[in-house]
Structures are given as C-alpha cells and as structure tokens.
C-alpha cells in the first residue's frame, strides 16, 4: 500500500519566509510524528498527534514552528521567519498504534529545507 | 549520558562476514526497541522492533535484547555491499510517546 507521503520534496527559502511543509501519514494509522535531521546528525523529535489528543510540542526548538493535524489525517508543520539554522531534512512518521502495536513508525521520504 | 548510544563508526567488514551493530540504552522503563537502516539521502527504514529478552530473527537480520545489561544488538549474516548504511537505534521510552533515536553506526562492507 502507499507509504508514507511528503512535499515538497526540496524547499529553498530566504532567511526571514515563511514555510510550509507537508504530510500525509499512511491511511489508518492514527499517530503522527515530525522529527528533523540536519547534515549528518540524529534525529531530532519535533511534535507529535495521537487522534483526537493535544498534540505533543515539547520538541519545537521554539515559537516560530508550529504543526497541525486536520481530521486525523493530513499533518502541516509551518516555520515562520527561517533561519538558516532550520536548514535541515524535515521527516515525518506515522505509527498505527492499535493494541498489538510495538509503537513502529514508518517514515515519509522528508523535506530537504534549505535556508539562504 | 545519552539515551540511546551507538559507535558511530564506521564498522567495516569483509562481504559474506557477520556484521554486528551494537546500542546502549540508559532508561531501564523501556519498552520497546527499533532498528532503522538509513541509506545516505533517504529516510529511515524500518528493519525489524523486538521487546522481550532474547532473539529475534528475520531472514539475515537478528536482533538480541538484553534489558538487564541495557543493550540492544542487530546482527546482520552474509552481509553484501548493498547493506552499507547507518543503522539507527530507537527506543520506546515508558511515558514518552516518540522513539528516542541513537546517533546511528554507519556499516561499510566491502566487496
């Protein structure tokens, strides 16, 4: 079945845009994770949505990134005034989370975000 | 200390070779235990997850748990060039609900 689904696929910015990064998590899995990876690094957790549940935040690294999941399904994580810093590949995962789950997530292909 | 700790390699073995990847956990509340093979440029792939204690196999991957020493082991059999990688070591803390992920173990094996 489909995977995991992101766009863009690359994103060039100028320091100070905004931008939104896109994902679509593989249908029925009901929690989903964004993480980032910057050049040669782990991954960082960025946020996280179970179902109907407040989203877990405490890994935005500040106010300019915030996400958000319409109808349990398609996740938006938006970065305002990028800095070159954000530069990095922007990963999102989803999870099924259902009784016989072990909390496997599977990946999208990411976002490589470069900022200028 | 970090949560989940990986050599960073690289570890490099002969084609045919048994190759063994290693990762150290610090939190004795955790469940469950993930490997990711990560080709250079694309994302995370998920290989195999285990938690209970011993062995679990899936055609040339093993992975061994040992949650009294805290360790978590992938050995990969009759290793080919096309499993040159890093390998990511992820872990399901009790009460967190993200993976916490080691820095990865890049494998060369070389033809």
């Known amino acids: 079945g489909a995977g995991v689904s992101q766009s863009p696929s690359n994103k060039v910015t100028e320091k100070g845009k905004d931008v939104e990064l896109r994902c679509d998590p593989i249908?029925?899995?009901?929690?989903l994770y964004w993480y980032r990876q910057s050049l040669g690094q782990g991954l960082e957790f960025l946020i996280y949505f179970q179902g109907n549940s407040a989203p877990d935040k405490s890994g935005l690294p500040s106010d300019r990134f915030s996400a958000e999941r319409t109808g349990g399904s398609v996740s938006t994580l938006t970065i305002q005034r990028t800095q070159q810093e954000d530069s990095a590949v922007y990963l999102c995962a989803s999870s099924p989370m259902g009784l016989a789950s072990a909390y496997e997530q599977y990946f999208g292909p990411g976002t490589r975000l470069t900022v200028t | 200390q970090k949560e989940v700790e990986q050599n960073s390699g690289p570890l490099s073995v002969p084609e045919g070779a048994i190759a063994s990847l290693n990762c150290t956990y610090s939190?004795?509340?955790?469940?469950?235990f993930f490997w990711y093979r990560q080709y250079s440029g694309k994302s995370p792939e998920l290989i195999m997850f285990?938690?209970?204690?011993g062995d679990k196999e899936d055609g040339r991957f093993t992975a061994q748990l040992n949650k009294a020493s805290q360790y978590v082991s992938l050995l990969i059999r009759d290793s080919q060039p096309s499993d040159s990688a890093t390998y990511l070591c992820?872990?399901?803390?009790?009460?967190?609900?993200?993976?916490?992920f080691g820095s990865g173990t890049r494998l060369q094996v070389q033809p």
């Open positions: 992820a872990v399901k803390v009790a009460g967190r609900r993200a993976l916490t």
């Open positions: 285990i938690y209970s204690n």
């Open positions: 249908s029925g899995h009901t929690a």
């Open positions: 939190d004795r509340g955790s469940q469950s």
